[in-house]
């Protein structure tokens, strides 16, 4: 029998993997200005104190971190991260559980609370990775409408009637891929109707802590006193993406269901990786971590922001107050992802803002990352993409 024939499981029926993963394999060639992926800028990793960090972890631990660990986490990483997430969303964390990356956490939920057919509410637009993994448990993804401030709370309320979902999932900090963020006036009214209608909240925010100007916001769990919001967050963007340590904090019950979920995906998350992180946590290193490298993103934001002041008339884009991205609505008529082949072609890559709508369409739109071009790149790489869209126009 030809292996063409196999049979693989329905769940991966219409999904074609991450179109950013594709993208990645046009912008291989050097000399690519790519503003494509959600990459911290090389100069951000810091890979001389987790170097450190981790020649003194092992000489301090080093038997317990090489050999198995609890799924439940690496013991001393467990207490500082539920140290740090309750000071971080201002209110009392009955639990937390560390994981490979958020993306995992998000899997973890839908493994714990999803059936084939069950509905998910999702921003419009929303991150493409997380409804990929939901679009795998075989979820119905159904778009809530948004405007500058977020979710407008009446559709939300409206498509929880009409749907009947399980969870919800938001991105409310400078979400990603627009760069918008939730208003302050929205963020209690959500825990709120989550509790009343018996919806799960997964608070995704990763961004939160790369904020430039303006003043923080409390999260959704902040205001959660029923246990219905799940917070998701990520070491990732500000420390290391490639080291994956995230962390859900939550209901303990949830959280339970999630941990037995994960035995049977990776066991439990690198007890090195957890351990180096819980130093960064015990030797308060982030707090200047994260104003060094917000103070770089700053000034490539708005460069980016100050080439995108001459695109052609007629083309909106967000202004942040901080993250990774910003999220660009051409004129009508243009083709985002019908262009993106001249744009690699002369040395630029975006990512089509058509991927990151449940429903599709919207093809005028595209998503900018800033934070992984120096300066120059981002003024050379922008006038490039201005000259392509002005000709697309004539």
């Not at 916001?217 to 959660?224: E, Q, R, V």
């Amino acid at each position: 029998m030809n292996l063409d024939d196999i049979r693989y499981a329905e769940r991966f029926d219409g999904i074609s993997g991450s179109a950013i993963r594709e993208i990645f394999k046009l912008i291989a060639k050097p000399g690519m200005i790519s503003f494509a992926g959600g990459n911290p800028a090389l100069s951000a990793l810091p890979d001389d104190v987790v170097g450190k960090i981790a020649a003194e972890v092992m000489q301090q631990d080093g038997k317990r971190i090489l050999q198995y660990g609890a799924t439940e986490g690496y013991p001393p990483f467990v207490e500082s991260l539920k140290a740090y997430a309750s000071a971080q969303l201002d209110c009392n964390i009955p639990a937390v559980l560390p994981v490979t990356g958020s993306t995992q956490a998000m899997d973890l939920l839908c493994k714990a609370l999803i059936n084939p057919g069950d509905v998910i509410l999702v921003e419009d637009p929303t991150f493409l990775g997380n409804m990929q993994c939901m679009r795998l448990y075989q979820a119905k993804l159904v778009p809530v409408e948004s405007d500058d401030n977020g979710i407008i709370l009446e559709k939300l309320e409206e498509a929880i009637l009409t749907h009947h979902p399980r969870m919800l999932y938001t991105i409310p900090t400078f979400q990603n891929p627009t760069g918008k963020t939730l208003a302050a006036d929205r963020r209690e009214p959500i825990a709120k109707l989550a509790a009343k209608y018996g919806v799960v909240v997964a608070e995704d925010d990763p961004y939160r802590d790369l904020r430039y100007e303006g003043t923080p916001l409390p999260a959704i769990k902040h205001y959660d006193t029923d246990g219905w919001v799940v917070f998701l967050g990520s070491f990732s963007k500000i420390i290391s993406p490639g080291m994956r340590v995230g962390y859900m904090a939550g209901d303990p019950l949830i959280l339970r269901k999630c941990t037995v979920g994960k035995q049977s995906s990776d066991l439990h998350t690198g007890n090195l990786n957890q351990a180096i992180v819980d130093q960064f946590l015990r030797q308060n290193l982030l707090p200047d971590h994260i104003a060094a490298i917000s103070a770089s993103y700053k000034g490539q934001m708005n460069a980016m922001l100050e080439e995108l002041a001459a695109f052609p008339a007629g083309t909106s884009y967000t202004k942040p107050e901080g993250g990774l991205f910003i999220w660009v609505t051409l004129p009508e008529g243009i083709d985002a992802k019908a262009l993106l082949n001249k744009a690699v072609e002369k040395g630029v890559a975006y990512v089509p803002g058509t991927h990151f709508y449940a429903d599709g369409g919207h093809d005028n739109t595209l998503r900018l990352n800033f934070s992984n071009s120096t300066i120059e790149q981002i003024h050379k790489g922008m006038a490039i993409l201005k000259d392509i869209f002005a000709e697309a126009l004539a």
